[in-house]
C-alpha cells in the first residue's frame, strides 16, 4: 500500500500561505491523493483530493508533482480558524477503497 | 441536513460493562464507517458498510467488538465486556458511497464519541 510521510508539525504567520508537503513516493497510477483536516476535539474534514492534475477550491489547492511522488496541500490565507492537524492521504484500489489516515501534520497558525 | 449524529457525547463506564454507541448517517448517504481515534494509534478505520452491508470489518480488534447497521438511516458499534484499553473517541462518518473506483466519496465524519473506561 501506498504510505504518506508527513512533517509532524508547522508554524504559519495568520495571513500568509500555508504550504503543507506531503511525500507519497509509492503511489500508484491509479490512486488519489486526498487531504482531510482534523480541528481540535472535532471529527476530520475533508478539503481536496487530486490525482494528476491541479487541484483548487474554496478551501485550498493542491499541488501534485508531475512524478506524483509528492504533494502540496496550499491554504492561501491561513487564519486561526485553520489551526489543525492535516492528514495527506493515499487511496485507490489498492486500498479496497478505505482512507488510511497517519499521523498528519499538526499546523500551527499564530498572530 | 444537521450531518452525522452520534450519541451519547461522552461515556465513562467500568471494566467488564458493554457499551453500545450509536450513529445516524447524513440522509441519503449509502455508506457508513466507524474509526475509533487514540493518541497511541491515530484514527483507525474499524468496519464500514455499503446499503447496510458490512463490507470490511478487517479493523475491528477483537471478538468484543460487534457493529450492525439494521436501517440505512442507524448503526451500533457495541464493545462488550469494555476494557479500559477501549478508551478512546469513537467515530462515525457517512458518504454517498465507499469502496472502488476511485475516487472516494467525501466522507463526512460525526462529533465522536468520547469513552473513558475505568
Known amino acids: 500500500d501506498a504510505k504518506t510521510t508527513q512533517p509532524p508539525s508547522m508554524d504559519c504567520a495568520e495571513g500568509r500561505a500555508a504550504n503543507l508537503p506531503c511525500n507519497h513516493s509509492?503511489?500508484?497510477?491509479?490512486?488519489?491523493v486526498y487531504w482531510y483536516r482534523q480541528i481540535h476535539s472535532q471529527g476530520p474534514q475533508y478539503i481536496i483530493h487530486?490525482?494528476?492534475n491541479n487541484e483548487t477550491n474554496e478551501m485550498a489547492s493542491l499541488i501534485i508533482t508531475e512524478d506524483r511522488k509528492s504533494s502540496t496541500l496550499i491554504l492561501p490565507h491561513a487564519t486561526l480558524r485553520d489551526t489543525a492537524v492535516y492528514y495527506c492521504?493515499?487511496?485507490?484500489?489498492?486500498?479496497?477503497?478505505?482512507?488510511?489516515f497517519g499521523q498528519g501534520t499538526e499546523l500551527s497558525v499564530k498572530p | 441536513d444537521a450531518g452525522v449524529i452520534q450519541s451519547p457525547r461522552h461515556e465513562v463506564t467500568e471494566m467488564g460493562q458493554e457499551v453500545t454507541l450509536r450513529c445516524k448517517p447524513i440522509?441519503?448517504?449509502?455508506?457508513l464507517f466507524w474509526y475509533r481515534q487514540t493518541m497511541m494509534r491515530g484514527l483507525e478505520l474499524l468496519i464500514y458498510?455499503?446499503?447496510?452491508?458490512?463490507?470490511?470489518d478487517s479493523g475491528m480488534p477483537e471478538d468484543r467488538f460487534s457493529a450492525k447497521m439494521p436501517n440505512a438511516s442507524f448503526s451500533t458499534l457495541k464493545i462488550q465486556p469494555s476494557e479500559p484499553r477501549d478508551s478512546a473517541v469513537y467515530f462515525c462518518?457517512?458518504?454517498?458511497?465507499?469502496?472502488?473506483?476511485?475516487?472516494?466519496?467525501?466522507?463526512?465524519f460525526g462529533p465522536g464519541t468520547r469513552l473513558l473506561v475505568l
Open positions: 440522509s441519503g448517504h449509502n455508506s
Open positions: 509509492t503511489i500508484s497510477g491509479n490512486e488519489y
Open positions: 458498510f455499503n446499503n447496510n452491508v458490512p463490507i470490511d
Open positions: 487530486g490525482l494528476k
Open positions: 492521504i493515499v487511496s485507490g484500489y489498492n486500498q479496497g477503497g478505505k482512507l488510511i
Open positions: 462518518a457517512s458518504s454517498l458511497v465507499a469502496g472502488i473506483p476511485p475516487p472516494q466519496e467525501t466522507q463526512y
